[in-house]
């Protein structure tokens, strides 16, 4: 990734997390941050990484020692890990792979690298929504959670046990950082909603558009970009990295860009967020593509005829051979134009989707909301260039043609919505009073005295 302009501090991240390709070395990326103004933490004006010692639970809704919940929230102030330091010119590049030191520094430089991306699109800084009560977010490493999660003023970075016993440090998970991460933009963004929602797609949006934001933010890793040409030579629609998306361990985040869920599965009602996304983020995947292979078509890159076929292949997949040999053949002839066009693409979708989420507001929100508004962002980008492919993908889903039905069932642990993500010190509900007793032996607990 390079933005332009101004001296960066460099990095090591993993574009993907490395159980899935243990044999791709991290790749070197520079933060837009002078070499000495990011200190031992990692830590700077917008967020802090500790490993806490000895931390008794996550954030959120916790249970005292006698099983009373309260709200726990940062900031830690019980023992850590020592901070990690830059080397001697600054930069963060130099801490071996597998090392404590690299997980805290991959966790910092990765949420850094997602909000420099969007804070690119969007054009202005992201207000965190915590501002009134934190002015950084506490970023933990927290082995404890299965699972990386996102909550007011802070973001847990769990670990996962494989079924073989390795460890799998969410810390290095690119996409799940991402997703958690896009969550906090749509608050900074549209607001954490509050009381009643009104629109049931609220929440199915929220998980789409943490999807997407890490999605984009992944297409800025030049290796990224060229293992998923290398893979598809253009051809996106074929199985590749991009719509296999946050292939990772967790239940919370395993969700497929590239897939043919449509609203009609949910007319009836649902009961689950992750799977209501899905009819959204697959038509914005489908977006993607179309934008991709509008842009080649334009450029002589691919014939039109070729691109007519692959927008037909759910319906015809005996095309696939034909269409991937065209498109072997064409991105032999010229890789690089192939590259830019993609780029292109991405910037594309980052702005146009950046431009529509700041249009959107948490109540009241449909899919629907989200398809007009597309449209018109476009029209003032583009002049509606892209209106067409808009509207073909968000009606192929039943997008403002299928409402959504109520939700079946209340909602559990693994709903986002009502979870700690979106407590807030005042609205966090009525807890019991804890005793004195209680009270002291959780302090202590806290301050990490054991
Ligand atoms: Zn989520």
Known sequence: MDFGGGARTRFRLFPQAPFLHPERPPEIVGISSPPGTIGPGPSDHRLFVIAPVGKPDSYGIAEGPFSTPYLSLPPWRGPILPPVRPGLDGHFDHLPVGSPEFLQAHLFGAIRFVLEVWERYLGGTIQWHFARHFDRLEALIYPPLDNARVGYGYMEAGSHQNDDGTIADYALNFDVIGHEIGHLIIYSLIGVPRGIIEQEDYFGFQESAADTAALIASLHFDSMVDQLLADTRGN??????????????????????????????????????????????????????????????????????IAEMSDAIRERPDYEPIIQSAFDAAFARRPHRFRDALIETRDYMGVAMAETWKRLSAQFLSYDDVGRMLIAVDGELTGGRYRQEIFECFDWRGIGRIRTGPRLAPPDESSHAYSTRTLEPETAPRLPAMSFQEQALLSKALAGVR
């Open 236 to 305: 996106l629609y074929a199985m590749n990295e991009l719509n296999r998306f946050a292939e990772l361990t967790t239940n919370d985040q395993i969700r497929m860009a590239s897939n043919s869920v449509t609203m009609a599965e949910f007319a009836f009602g649902w009961d689950d967020e992750h799977d209501l996304s899905e009819p959204l983020t697959g038509a914005i995947f489908d977006l993607l593509v179309d934008v991709f292979q509008e842009i080649l078509v334009e450029r002589g890159l691919i014939t039109r005829q």
